[in-house]
């Protein structure tokens, strides 16, 4: 299985300040046919299902604000959340879906400073 | 609206079986398939598998194969999913996430999940 390894735990960000999470997987998640990387982004709120942010590494889901990207490529990740909002404060995941079985991050936690 | 309901909580004994429905509305159901994704009390998200709205093509995560069976109804646009032999490591909030129907995608519409709970 892929290992997806997120760094930090957890986070805390002043209000306006920029956050990034990193995830490194045990192997390549960019497929030699079309290029693409198989890494999602997701949020997770208290008590409401995840919610996807970013897909293929680097596309933002439709309504997602442009303060997320994502970046990276191979086995080496980041979500950068240019201005933290009040709003943003959740749990982050990354995803791989280049291999079964699809495998989850640990999760970041994301406060405010 | 898009969106995906789950049916509601449960409580099991060991060594019971448990169903989890899964019914979409607002797309069309056979251009999509269906993952399950369970998130324990540690909040660690584990993939289950995966089924096919449009044939019966499956991926099951190994760990659960041999006690798990995801099914599916297109004429009701529901997914099922049955996991045998509970313990109470399989407590946890199961949930649905529709993916694209070719499978190795990304999983871009979630339902609100259904708690599970194995207890004596």
């Known amino acids: 299985d892929i290992v997806m390894t997120q760094s930090p735990d957890s986070l805390a960000v002043s209000l306006g300040e920029r956050a990034s999470i990193n995830c490194k997987s045990s192997q390549t998640l960019l497929h030699s046919s079309n290029s693409q990387n198989y890494l999602g982004w997701y949020q997770q709120k208290p008590g409401q299902p995840p919610k996807l942010l970013i897909y293929?590494?680097?596309t933002r889901d439709s309504g997602v604000p442009a303060r997320f990207s994502g970046s990276g490529s191979g086995t080496d990740f980041t979500l950068t959340i240019s201005s933290l909002q009040a709003e943003d404060v959740a749990i982050y995941y990354c995803q791989q879906y280049y291999s079964s079985p699809y495998t989850f991050g640990q999760g970041t936690k994301l406060e405010i400073k | 609206q898009v969106q995906l309901v789950q049916s509601g909580a449960e409580v099991k004994k060991p060594g019971a079986s448990v169903t989890v429905s899964c019914k979409a509305s607002?797309?069309?159901?056979?251009?999509?398939?269906i993952s399950w994704v369970r998130q324990t009390p540690g909040q660690r998200l584990e993939w289950m598998g995966w089924i096919s709205g449009f044939n019966d093509n499956s991926d099951y995560a190994h760990k659960f194969r041999g006690r798990l069976t995801m099914t599916r109804e297109t004429s009701t646009s529901t997914a099922y999913m049955e996991l045998r032999s509970l313990t109470s490591d399989d407590t946890a909030v199961y949930y649905c996430a529709r993916e694209d129907r070719g499978h190795w995608s990304f999983l871009d519409l979630w339902g609100r999940g259904t708690l599970v709970t194995v207890s004596s």
């Open positions: 607002g797309y069309t159901f056979t251009n999509y398939g």
């Open positions: 293929w590494a680097s």
